[in-house]
């Protein structure tokens, strides 16, 4: 049996846009962390929005803090900065609303229905300066939005394998 050696890993924080290549990667019970963590949405009806009916995703870099893909925590600062041809960069933070579920429909931290193939569930919008970056970026009305991982459908609570979030 032959030996192998990784020569590259790739993670693609926002769905369908470009990937970061990252020196380590924290594995989580749905794969890498932060892999297709967010992804942009249409706003009238949840539906990811991908390179086929958007090719000018393929354009959009996120960039995330290198070390938080080896396993360390966000702090208040760390934010995932997206940038495209054009636009000024949208920053949110990497760290999750404390307020989810919890506030206005529209809000960052408000929960809003998603459909990805045939995936359907609850994901968390990232409010409405991320709503309005990737509005204008796609001339199309959209959310930016992230996997909800106590939903129901991704969790680590309650999961007799798991005593508690990977990383």
């Not at 706003?43 to 995703?57: E, V």
């Not at 959009?60 to 925590?73: I, K, N, S, Y």
């Not at 997206?82 to 636009?87: D, K, T």
Request: glycine residues 10%.
């Amino acid at each position: 049996m032959g030996s192998y050696t990784v020569q590259e890993i790739l993670v693609y924080p926002v769905k369908s846009c470009k990937g970061v290549s990252v020196p380590e990667a924290c594995l989580s019970i749905t794969g890498f962390r932060y892999d297709r963590e967010w992804m942009v949405v249409s706003a009238s009806n949840g539906r990811s929005i991908a390179q086929d009916s958007a090719p000018k995703l393929a354009v959009v870099q996120p960039f995330l803090p290198l070390r938080l893909f080896g396993g360390e925590r966000p702090s208040e600062a760390d934010m995932i900065e997206i940038s495209a041809p054009g636009m000024s960069s949208l920053r949110v933070p990497v760290k999750p609303s404390d307020h989810v579920g919890k506030v206005a429909q529209g809000e960052r931290g408000s929960l809003i229905d998603v459909e990805v193939g045939s995936w359907t569930g609850k994901a968390v919008d990232e409010g409405s300066q991320a709503a309005n970056w990737w509005s204008c970026f796609l001339g199309r009305s959209a959310r930016f939005v992230r996997i909800n991982h106590d939903n129901g459908n991704i969790s680590f609570r309650g999961n007799p394998w798991i005593e508690e979030e990977p990383c």
